[in-house]
C-alpha cells in the first residue's frame, strides 16, 4: 500500500512559484480530491460486503478488501499534496456519505457486478492512464510524486474487476446481462469523470489535473482502447456506441 510522504522532501519550486491565491485554489481542488478517495474508500468497502454476499473468487475479494485501505492512503497523499500548496495540513473533512444502491431489473448478484464494472473496469482503468498523464505533464516534483504513488495501486484497482468478470464465478448470463447494462454504466461513470470546473481551471494543469479537452480524451481513448476490448476479451459482448 502507498502512503503520504511527509512535504515530499524539499520545498516544490513550482509551487513556490505561483501566486498565493493560484495556490489557494490548487490546494482546494487537491482537498476535494481527498474527499473523493475517501467516498472511494468507503465504496469498495461496501462492494467487499456485497461480494461477500455472492459467488466470488478469494483472490477478487482479497483485492477488494486491499483497495479499501489503500483508497485511504491516497486519501492522506492527496492532503499532503493539498498541504504544499496550500503551507498547511487542511482539517479532516467529515466521513462522506456513500450508497450501494441496487440496479434496477437486475438480481443482486448482478448489481454488485455492475458496481464492480462501473468502479474497476472503467473508472480505475481510466485513473491508471489519466495518473500516468498528470505524471508526464507535473511541473514540479510534489503533483509527480503523488502521481507516482497513486499510480501503483490504481493499477491494482483496476486488476480486480477484469479478474471477476473473467472468473467461473459469473457465468454467460450474468455477461450477457452485464453486456446490456454497460451502455448506462458507462454513461454514468463518464459523466461522473467530467463534472465540476476543476478539470477546467487553466491555473490547474500541470499541477494534477489536465484541461477539460483533455480528459474527455484520456477518458474516452480508455474506453475505446482498453475497456471495449477487454470486456470482449472475457466474454461481455459489448460495442462501441
Known sequence: MTTARDGFGDEDSAALAMSPGDRAVVAAAWERRATDELAASRLFGLMSEALERRPTAPEVRALVRAAEEEERGHFEICRAVAARYGGGVPPEPAPPEVLLPEFAHVSPEVSTTLHVLASSCISETVAVEFLREIRAAALGRTVREAARLLLAD???????????????????????????????????????????????APVLVGHGFLAARELRRVFDQVVRDVVLPGLNYVGVPVEAE
Open 154 to 200: 490504481e493499477i491494482r484497482h483496476a486488476r480486480f474487476g477484469w479478474a471477476h468478470l473473467a472468473s467461473t464465478e459469473v457465468n454467460a448470463a450474468e455477461r450477457r446481462d452485464v453486456a446490456r447494462a454497460f451502455p448506462a454504466v458507462l454513461r454514468y461513470v463518464r459523466d461522473e469523470w467530467l463534472r465540476g470546473d476543476a478539470s477546467a
